[in-house]
Nanobody
Framework: QVQLTESGGGSVQSGGSLKLSCAVSGFTSNTYCMGWFRQAPGKQREGVAVLGNNIMPRYADSVKGRFTISVDAAKNTLYLQMNNLKPEDTATYYC??????????????????????RGQGTQVTVSS
């Protein structure tokens, strides 16, 4: 059974940093296509970053240059390093995964919220 469990959320001031983690079980992280999306109250889900095995990561324009997605295959864990956080980054963040066999098809952050598997989310709050 596939399980994704996020952690690392919290409250920070504008300009601060957080690192989110997503522990993966039920499959090997580097054989899947994985990503992060977020949802703020009253707003649509927004794909933030996507990473496939041997594929360059992609980022939403809103976070490019500030967020970095990575995977530690040995720990079977996906990460999202978030720097220079802004109040508009406030949201619940979810990690998500889909089969690596279809990773290259529609490889875009916009597809991440529709990935087959997702975690329960972790809250990130950025104050000004």
């Amino acid at each position: 059974q596939v399980q994704l469990t996020e952690s690392g959320g919290g409250s920070v001031q504008s300009g601060g940093s957080l690192k989110l983690s997503c522990a993966v079980s039920g499959f090997t992280s580097n054989t899947y296509c994985m990503g992060w999306f977020r949802q703020a109250p009253g707003k649509q889900r927004e794909g933030v970053a996507v990473l496939g095995n041997n594929i360059m990561p992609r980022y939403a324009d809103s976070v490019k240059g500030r967020f970095t997605i990575s995977v530690d295959a040995a720990k079977n864990t996906l990460y999202l390093q978030m720097n220079n956080l802004k109040p508009e980054d406030t949201a619940t963040y979810y990690c998500a995964a889909r089969s690596a066999s279809v990773c290259r098809a529609n490889y875009s952050t916009t597809r991440v919220p529709a990935f087959a598997f997702r975690g329960q989310g972790t809250q990130v709050t950025v104050s000004s």
